[in-house]
């Protein structure tokens, strides 16, 4: 299963991708809007958007996507690892 995560702490991306890894998923993660989003999403099965810790224009432009690509959104206010394995609970097992 690929996951694009959207939002979050810089300094934890690793720490993302090693959780995403755990649950046999691959993972992108854009903690920061680095030039045009929407060239570097693909099609993943998943989008998690941390919405406390990204722009509101960068969820738009997410979400717009994950509309056109028919891509599940999964929301949470909270950019932790326990946020991120929650959902991955939810939507991977």
Known sequence: MSVVIIGG??????QYEKIC??????????AKEK???RKKLG???LMI???NTVSHKMVN???TEAKRNKIQIART???SAA????????YCR
């Open 9 to 14: 702490n810089e300094c934890m991306v690793c």
């Open 77 to 79: 206010h909270s950019s």
């Open 61 to 63: 432009c997410a979400v």
């Open 43 to 45: 099609n993943p099965d």
């Open 35 to 37: 030039g045009c989003l």
């Open 49 to 51: 958007l941390f919405t």
């Open 83 to 90: 946020a991120l394995t929650d959902v991955l609970e939810t």
């Open 21 to 30: 890894k755990s649950y046999g998923c691959k993972a992108k993660v854009f």
